[in-house]
């Protein structure tokens, strides 16, 4: 069915930044106070209120534009976008129409086939969020207005993307992007992150766009994708028909995973934006933008080059590792303490990951420090312990904050590579199980497994398996 | 004439006005004959003009990310016509 169709579809983000203060005003930005406690006269609207723009914003939004490559304006302007709904104070929303502050950018992404396309970025600008209405059963709504006022960069992309996939693959490097910049803390739930799709078909090979429909605010991945694919199967079928998709705005709706017109908001589109005379034009220098320049961090993508080629990882290792921030900065420690790279990866990405996973700890939490860490890792190449062992002393790290060293030597985890301790139990081993022993002589070499598995056994795991082997193989075949 | 009542209506509804017939006339008129005198500007070459905003010459007019005192949510929502929980309380806005 959809073989017959190309799927077009733009996103817009709005991303919450991570300001202590809100955009216009100094209340703090902090999710999840008692409603309406972080409000002033400036966010509530009142007459003769003035805001003054929060430079960091502006900051954080040359910081984006940058690392999103996209020009930075040397003069843009702030907006009212004129409109009434119950959340919006002043009956106008400072937002930027002409000359926003970023433009002409890019991110790349990899299809789900594996192909990298590039998804332009038609602009990013600054805006103030809007405050929360609860809906309770009654004949009322309620308003907290908190939340407005709250600095958000919209981030606008060109319709580039050609499926739900795509979509979503956009969606990820970009969150990735804002919470390695560390100007958005990336969390969905609390709307931090919130995305509407523009959702059109057009018959293949045709050029012009068809109608689109608009998906507003949707707040995990999972239910982008989902309000996409119903989208384009209502608008396939309706086009199949012969009929005409309107241009509407449209909900998704969780429980039933379908999207429902929003009727009634259609007719307040006519926003009559005018530049804010409250706020003064912004003026953004080369110095300005340089000095933001070299605060970029290194992106997942530079780092992820980096870990192959100095650490000597896979290329998967290193995207997995570079994935978060945090982890990234967790193992670059750890591989500079302690030099082996693959080792220390293996480590980060099993251990580590599964210890955090276990105890619900992000990773800048980790009990077990990069250095300590280290000091484990050391212990397995010079031998002194197996990684069979170290999983063990991880688990006794993890719990008291104390060193490898200190735990092995107090635990009598040593391993035991000399040779002169192995053979006696060795020989007390062949011993007891002649049936195996004749066995393996008589070309069941398999059962060596065996053999190794008792030693272990007796020796509680402290068995150099290297020297073990050796020792077993002499033993059973002289 | 510059603007017709269609325009005015519409342009009163989105405002949230509520205007009688005679109202609407008479709105009609003083509008149209606002923008006819204004429309004089539109004799003037302004290509290479660029759009005044503001009539000061300023620009870049900044505050530090610095936490300030706020109302508080009693301050907030005492001279709301009705509140409830601390939340300003309005007519229900989606069914």
């Known amino acids: ?478 | 004439m510059k603007i017709s009542r269609e325009q005015v209506e519409h342009v009163a509804r989105l405002a949230r006005l509520a205007l009688a017939d005679e109202e609407l006339d008479a709105l009609t008129g003083e509008m149209d004959a606002i923008l006819g005198y204004v429309e004089k500007l539109n004799n003037l070459n302004t290509d290479h003009v660029v759009p005044t905003a503001h009539a000061v010459p300023m620009e870049n007019a900044f505050r530090d990310d610095r936490i300030g005192p706020s109302l508080g949510t009693q301050k907030a929502v005492a001279n709301a016509p009705e509140a409830a929980d601390g939340c300003f309380v309005v007519p229900k806005v989606i069914e």
């Open chain 1, 1 to 478: 069915m959809l073989s017959k169709y190309e799927v077009v579809i733009g996103l817009e983000v709005h991303v919450q930044l991570t300001t202590d203060t809100k955009i216009f005003c100094h209340c703090a930005t902090r999710f999840g106070n008692q409603p309406n406690s972080q409000t002033c006269p400036v966010c509530l609207g009142l007459p003769g209120s003035l805001p003054v723009l929060n430079k960091k914003v502006v900051d954080y939004a040359i910081l984006t534009g940058l690392a999103t490559h996209c020009s930075i304006a040397s003069r843009s302007l702030l907006a009212r976008k004129n409109y009434f709904y119950p959340d919006l104070p002043k009956g106008y929303q400072i937002s930027q129409l002409e000359l926003p502050i970023c433009e002409h950018g890019r991110l790349e992404i990899d299809s789900p086939e594996g192909e990298r396309r590039t998804i332009g970025i038609t602009r990013i600008h600054m805006e103030e969020d809007a405050g929360k209405l609860l809906h309770d059963s009654g004949a009322v709504s309620r308003v907290d207005l908190n939340r407005a006022c709250t600095p958000l960069l919209e981030i606008v992309s060109e319709p580039d993307m050609r499926s739900s996939d795509e979509a979503i693959a956009y969606l990820k490097k970009l969150h990735q992007i804002v919470v390695y910049l560390g100007v958005c803390d990336g969390n969905l739930e609390e709307g931090s992150f919130r995305c509407d799709a523009n959702v059109s078909l057009r018959p293949r090979g045709q050029k012009e766009f068809g109608t689109r429909a608009e998906l507003k605010n949707i707040n995990s991945f999972r239910f982008i994708k989902q309000a996409i694919d119903y989208e384009v199967e209502r608008q396939a079928d309706i086009l199949d028909e012969g009929g005409r998709v309107i241009q509407e705005t449209r909900l998704f709706d969780t429980a039933s995973g379908t999207t429902r017109s929003m009727r009634g908001k259609e007719e307040a589109h006519d926003y009559r934006y005018f530049p804010d005379p409250d706020l003064v034009p912004l003026l953004v220098s080369e110095d300005w933008i340089e000095e933001i320049r070299n605060s970029l961090p290194e992106l997942p993508e530079t780092k992820i080059d980096r870990f192959v080629r100095e650490y000597g990882i896979p290329r998967y290792d290193a995207e997995v590792l570079a994935a978060e921030r945090a982890t990234a900065d967790y193992y670059d420690a750890l591989v500079k303490e302690q030099g082996n790279g693959k080792l220390c990866s293996n480590w980060v990405m099993g251990e580590v990951q599964r210890a955090l996973n276990d105890s619900g700890l992000p990773v800048a939490e980790c009990p077990v420090a990069p250095r300590q860490l280290a000091g484990l890792l050391k212990r397995i190449e010079d031998n002194t312990i197996s990684g069979k062992i170290a999983k063990q002393v991880f688990d006794a790290m993890w719990k008291s904050d104390r060193d490898a060293d200190s735990i092995i030597e107090e635990q009598g985890l040593r391993q035991v590579s000399d040779l002169g301790a192995i053979e006696p139990i060795i020989d007390q081993i062949l011993a007891a199980n002649p049936e195996q022993v004749a066995e393996f002589r008589a070309g069941k070499e398999k059962l060596l497994g065996f053999f190794v598995g008792q030693a272990m056994k007796l020796t509680k795991g402290k068995a150099n398996p290297a020297a073990l082997n050796e020792v077993l193989v002499k033993r059973l075949k002289g």
